[in-house]
C-alpha cells in the first residue's frame, strides 16, 4: 500500500494550443484533505479530471492509490463529483442515486443519504428539473454512496446557498474524521482555510505555493482599516517605518503590511486625525489566504 | 450537521455485475417508456400507420392489407426506438453528463454498453407485443414468428449501433435534427413504406443495400412463411459491425 492517496509529478496536459496545466506536482497523504486553490482558468478541473481518470495527461507521472488512474480496479475505491454534477435528464432523483447505489458492494443507505442532503422533497423530481443546487447536492451524494476510500470534488460548493456550504463542510470534516482522503478543488478561501490540510495554490497551470494554510499565512502582519475610499498616501508612507508598505487595495480598504508595532498603529490614527478621517474596523493581523492568493495570482479579473 | 464517528468509513468494492446490469438497463429502459417524445415516436406513430395504412388505401398494397403493413410498421418500430429515440437521448445524456458520472463508478465499460443494449431490446419487445397486438386485432394472420424475434433483435442490434455513432459524436441538437431527418427518409425512401421491389430499378438497387430495407424485407418475407435470406442477415450485420466499430473511435462522454 503507497503512502500517499494521490501522488502528481510534473504532469503537463494540452488542448491544442494552451497548456492547461504545465508540470504541476503535488501529493495528498491518505486520509488526509487537500485543497487546490485558484482563480478560473489556472487548470484545476484538469488536474482534478487527470486524476480521476477521465483525461490522460500528456507528460508526468500520475498515481492515484498506488494505481494509474485509468485503472478499472480504481473506480470502485474511488467517488467523483465532476464540476457541473450528471445524470440523465429525466431521470429522478432518487432513481439515479439508486443506479450509482446498485454499482458499488456495500454503500450508504440512498434515501437516508438523500435526507441528509435535502433532496428527500425532490426524490421524485426530474434532474432537469432540479435547481442548480440540488444537482450539486445529488452530485456530491453519487460520489459519497459507495463509501470510498478517496473522493474528488471539483467545486463542490459552486452555486450552493450559505446553508448547503455548511453542510458540505461537515461532510468533508466528517469523511476525513472518519479516514476517507479528499481532493477538491475551490476558488473560496474561507473554504480552503477552513477545510484543508494542505492547500496547493495554482495559477496559469503552475503551482505557486503549497502548504499548510497556517504556514501559508503567517509571513508578515497586517494592519487594515477603512475610512473614506481616495485618500492620499504620501504622508502617511513617510510617517510609516521604511519596512511598513501602504495600499488601497480595494476603494475604502486600506492595507499596511510590513513589521506592524505600537508606533505604526499610532502612525495610522494620527494621520487620520489630520485628514479628518475615522478609522473604522481598525485591526492588527496575519495576513488571509486571501492575501496570500492575490499576491501570488494578481488582482487583476480572469475571463 | 454532525455525523456518527464512522458513518463514511471507507468499504469500497464494485457491486454485483447482474445486479448493475439489471438496475442500469431497468432505468435506461424506464426512461425511455416514460418520455412522451420517445413514445410517441417509438408507439404512436408506428401505431397510427398500423392502423392507417391497413384501413386507407393511400398506396397500393396486397391484400390483405394488414399482413403487407405489419411488417413494415415493425421495422419503422425498430428504426423509430433502437435508431432515432437512441441517438437522441444518448445526445442529450453526454450533454447532461450522465456517461462521466457512470464512468465514474464501478461500472465496467462493457456493462455500460449491455445495459443500453438490453433496455433496447426490452423497448423493441414492448413495441413489437403492443403492434402485434393491435394488428391481430385488424385481422393480422402472422406466421414465421420466430424468423420475427430474431430479425428484431438483430435490427435492434444494427440501428442502436447506429444509434450511438451517431448520439455519441455530435452536438444534442444536431443530433436531434439529424437523427429525425434520417428517419424521415428511410421512412419514405429506405424500402419502408414503399417496399424496395416497387421502386424504379436504379434506386432499388441501392435502396436494398440499406438496413432498413433490409429489415424490412426480411420481416416481410419471415411473416408471410418464408425464410429470410441471406442478404438480409449479411446486409443488417455488416451496417451493425461497421458503426459498432466506428463507434468505439468516435463516441465521447461529454
Sequence with gaps: MSESAVEVADVVKRFGPTT????????????????????????????????????????????VLGMDPMSAALRP??????????????????????????CARDPLDPPWLLDVLGLSGAARTPYKRLSGGQQQRLSLACALVGRPELVFMDEPTAGLDPQARRLVWDLVSALRADGVSVLLTTHLMD?????????????????????????????????????????????????????????????????????????????????CAQQGVLAEELRVGRRSLEDVFLELTGRELRS | MTFPSGTFTPAPGAGRPLRMLWVHARTEATLTLRNGEQVLLTLLIPLALLIGLTLVPVIALPSPRVDAVTPRVLALAVLSSAFTGQAIALGFDRRYGVLKRLAATAL???????????????????????????????GWSPSGLLWMVALLALGTLCFGALGVLLGGALKAEVVLALANVVWFVLLLAGGIVVATADLPSGMASVVALLPSAALTDGLTTALSGGVPPLSVWVTLTAWGVGAGVLATRTTRLT
Design chain 2, 108 to 138: 465496467p465499460r462493457w456493462l455500460l454498453v449491455l445495459g443500453r443494449v438490453v433496455a433496447g431490446l426490452v423497448v423493441v419487445a414492448v413495441q413489437a407485443v403492443v403492434i402485434s397486438v393491435v394488428a391481430l386485432l385488424l
Design chain 1, 191 to 271: 473554504e480552503a482555510e477552513a477545510l484543508a490540510d494542505r492547500v496547493v495554490i495554482i495559477d496559469g497551470g503552475r503551482v505557486v505555493a503549497e502548504g499548510t494554510p497556517a504556514a501559508l499565512t503567517t509571513e508578515g502582519q497586517m494592519l487594515r482599516f477603512r475610512t473614506r475610499p481616495g485618500l492620499d498616501l504620501t504622508l502617511l508612507s513617510a510617517a510609516l517605518p521604511e519596512s511598513c508598505v501602504v495600499a488601497e487595495p480595494s476603494p475604502g480598504a486600506y492595507l499596511v503590511s510590513g513589521e506592524v508595532d505600537p508606533q505604526v498603529v499610532s502612525a495610522v490614527t494620527a494621520w
Design chain 1, 77 to 102: 475505491r474511488v467517488g467523483v463529483m465532476p464540476q457541473g454534477g450528471g445524470a440523465y435528464p429525466g431521470v429522478r432523483a432518487a432513481e439515479m442515486l439508486r443506479l450509482v447505489a446498485a
Design chain 1, 20 to 63: 492547461a496545466v504545465a508540470g504541476v506536482d503535488l501529493s495528498l497523504p491518505r486520509g488526509q484533505v487537500l485543497a487546490l486553490l485558484g482563480p478560473n482558468g489556472a487548470g484545476k478541473t484538469t488536474t482534478v479530471e487527470m486524476c480521476a481518470g477521465f483525461l490522460r495527461p500528456d507528460s508526468g507521472s500520475l498515481r
